[in-house]
């Protein structure tokens, strides 16, 4: 069942939008409520929530008509159980929400744009109250991840390239997924914000350590040679700049 109902989708794509759950009760209605009101009308919402204790079971319930399919069970983490409901996903497309995030029009605005397979599309999120981050270059994704709540991703990143989550980086394993997909798939930026990303979560509080020891590694194996040492001279003027100092104005003595 699609979320959208009473709509004609039968000459669009679906879109499967992945929210993954934890004792979100005070955000999660208003989050599907916004994607209740898109435009578009082939979407399904496949929920995963870690064994809430809040009410957003009951929520869940309450929804359980506009919602695909939903689970309560224990999880090791959002990123794996972002994987279980990649197992759900029966949409051409697939976008990542989170429960306390909330949609905006021009995500229907992007989601009639989409044709290519081949192609990542991704846009903007209302971020601290400002646009972010406009469209990025091979070396600018090196270095900074592109918030998944921008991106809508075809189902053939996850079916034939079965790429998913590694739960070894526990901030950043969403660009790590980005940087493999990278190699194999056109990134497309659309000047459109399509949601309001809240800042409060775990990856805006915290590095991933594990990401960082192996960054230089990745960046070379999904970014090639010539990014991968861009980044290194970077590093290296880094470290190798003039330490801050204080003038001191001459005087006559």
């Known amino acids: 069942m699609t979320t959208i109902t009473g709509k004609d989708n039968s000459h669009h794509e679906k879109i499967s939008i992945i929210i993954v759950t934890l004792n979100a009760a005070a955000d999660l209605q208003k989050c599907l409520d916004s994607i209740y009101a898109q435009r578009y009308p082939a979407i399904e919402i496949i929920l995963m929530d870690g064994l809430s204790t809040d009410g957003t079971v009951d929520i869940l319930k309450a929804n359980n008509n506009r919602i695909a399919c939903w689970k309560s069970e224990k999880d090791s983490g959002i990123y794996q159980a972002m994987n279980k409901a990649l197992d759900y996903v029966t949409g051409d497309w697939v976008y990542f929400l989170g429960a306390d995030d909330v949609l905006y029009d021009d995500f229907s605005t992007l989601a009639f744009m989409l044709k290519d397979h081949g192609i990542i599309y991704y846009a903007n999120v209302n971020y601290q109250g400002q ?123």
């Open 131 to 253: 646009k972010y981050r406009g469209e990025v270059t091979a070396y600018q994704h090196a270095k900074g991840a592109v918030c998944h709540q921008a991106m809508i991703y075809p189902k053939e990143v996850f079916v034939d390239e079965h790429l998913r989550f590694d739960p070894k980086y526990k901030i950043s394993a969403d660009h790590v997924l980005n940087m493999q997909a990278w190699r194999k798939f056109r990134f497309v930026y659309h000047d459109l914000t399509l949601a309001f990303f809240n800042d409060t979560g775990v990856s805006t509080q915290y590095l991933d350590g594990a990401f960082e020891r192996d960054k230089k590694k990745l960046i070379f194996k999904y970014h090639g040679f010539v990014t991968g040492m861009r980044y290194m001279i970077r590093l290296w003027k880094e470290r190798n700049k003039p330490q801050n100092y204080k003038k001191i104005k001459p005087t006559n003595d």
